[in-house]
């Protein structure tokens, strides 16, 4: 329970914070939208929650109705990394962070990373504990790297 409550109060602050600073438009110039940060960072957001939802579609659909027991995820990001769901929620994040170019935003994706990168990892570490014919070169969160 203590956890759900921190979490809410870290919702709800970190809304607030982003709406604030969301909500003061003027500090960008009216051609922000043109901008290389701003179309960069929306272009790595969208194709942040594309992975994140096809993600969450594979996870859901791992098992069939009355199955229980573990999977081994496969197809899109899972190919490369075993939280391919905590992968497309960084890269949304931080693209989100670019788009606004603000220490709010950069300080939300840096927490968002601190919380879930971990999370991934240990995923991984299970599934390697627990399935022998685990692939060898996934990663546990981002591709290539970690």
Not at 14 to 22: A, E, H
Not at 90 to 97: K, M, P
Not at 115 to 123: D, E, K, T, V
Request: contains cysteine; proline residues 4%; positive net charge.
């Amino acid at each position: 329970f203590v956890i759900f409550l921190c979490a809410l109060a870290f919702c709800a602050w970190n809304g607030y914070v982003q709406n604030t600073w969301l909500m003061k438009g003027h500090l960008y110039p009216s051609n922000w939208i043109y901008d290389l940060r701003f179309l960069t960072g929306m272009l790595l957001a969208v194709i942040g929650m594309a992975i994140n939802l096809h993600a969450d579609h594979v996870l859901r659909n791992l098992r069939k109705p009355g199955e229980t027991g573990y999977k081994i995820p496969h197809g899109g990001m899972f190919e490369y990394v075993s939280g391919a769901n905590f992968f497309g929620e960084i890269l949304e994040w931080t693209g989100f962070a670019i788009a606004q170019w603000s220490l709010v935003g950069f300080a939300f994706a840096f927490f968002t990373f601190s919380n879930i990168g971990p999370r991934g990892y240990h995923h991984h570490r299970s599934y390697l504990r627990k399935f022998d014919d685990y692939p060898k070169n996934r990663r546990a969160v981002i591709p290539f790297l970690w």
